[in-house]
């Protein structure tokens, strides 16, 4: 998934908009952008929604963030929309892999009550939102095959350490969120599943956002979370391969499958090696 786009589950025309933006996947939020009297509301809208979207012959993928287990109300969010039969869940808060497996027994439970066959909805894990989501990011490996990757949040891990901000003058991300950034990208290659970069709230400035996004891409991430629909091309196109990366890569598996056994291969006056053999592979593999 390159562009994950949010809207709120109670945002009623908008839901269409999202699902008509281009996004590869929509997450339909019962979270943040819900006010608490509003919660049972959205909920009812988000399962309404989650019906009559899989009935459409071609759609974006559906997630739906719910409220944190720290929270109380995540049993009334699953109980509320697994029969609805999201393709996944986003998962805020998602503080070690133990929290994982403890909303992957809950899920389980209720796949059984709506008849959903077991492990069908996956998680997408919002695993470094807090200070000990951080430290807790490289536990996640094979605990659940639930998990489909990782995200992170610098606002609620700004909140929790009371900064002022967590961008500088220049927009850029300041030194503790730059790191929080850092472990998401790490815990997700240790559990060997993608990293997905966290929002840019910015919306209107869309060369901040190609800027970023291609640092992203650069770094390792593999799509992008967007809060509006005019972010979404720019993210498509960031994390989509060009022709020329995807005939290098092409060109690399060609030479290693031409010399097996080998450690390192020439093509053009360069030298590549087992790395960039890897690299190449799962280019390929996300144009597939």
């Known amino acids: 998934m390159r562009s994950l786009l949010f809207v709120p589950a109670d945002a009623g025309p908008k839901l269409d908009k999202a699902m008509a933006s281009g996004a590869d996947a929509v997450i339909i939020d019962l979270e943040d952008s819900i006010s ?32 944190g287990l720290d929270t ?9 929309i697994v029969p609805g039969k999201p393709d996944a869940i986003l998962f805020p808060k998602a503080e070690g892999g133990a929290s994982l497996v403890h909303l992957d027994a809950k899920l389980t439970a209720q796949e059984a009550i709506a008849g959903v066959a077991e492990g069908a909805i996956k998680v997408l894990a919002q695993n470094v939102e807090s200070s000990l989501g951080l430290f807790l990011a490289g536990t996640f490996r094979g605990v659940s ?18 900064a002022e901000a967590n961008r500088d003058g220049q927009g850029q991300l300041t030194e503790p969120y730059r790191f929080a950034r850092s472990i998401c990208l ?31 891409r650069r770094d390792g991430f593999t799509g992008r979370l967007a809060i509006h629909p005019a972010q979404v091309p720019v993210i498509n196109e960031v994390y989509t391969p060009s022709a020329e990366q995807i005939e290098k890569a092409r060109a690399v598996i060609a030479a290693f499958a031409a010399q097996p056994g080998a450690g390192a291969v020439g093509i053009d006056g360069k030298m590549y090696d087992r790395p960039h053999l890897v690299r190449a592979q799962r280019l390929l593999e996300s144009v597939k």
């Open 36 to 67: 608490p009297e509003r919660k049972a509301h959205a909920r009812a809208a988000c399962f309404e929604y989650l019906k009559s979207a899989q009935q459409r012959p071609q759609r974006p993928r559906l997630l739906v963030r719910i409220n």
């Open 72 to 80: 109380g109300m995540t049993d009334a969010d699953l109980a509320a």
């Open 145 to 162: 095959p639930r998990l489909i990757g990782m995200t992170w949040g610098p606002e609620d891990l700004s909140a929790e350490l009371g």
């Open 186 to 216: 790490f815990g997700a290659a240790a559990a060997k599943v993608p990293a997905i970069e966290t929002i840019y709230a910015d919306f209107r400035n869309t060369d901040g956002l190609r800027r970023e996004t291609l640092d992203s």
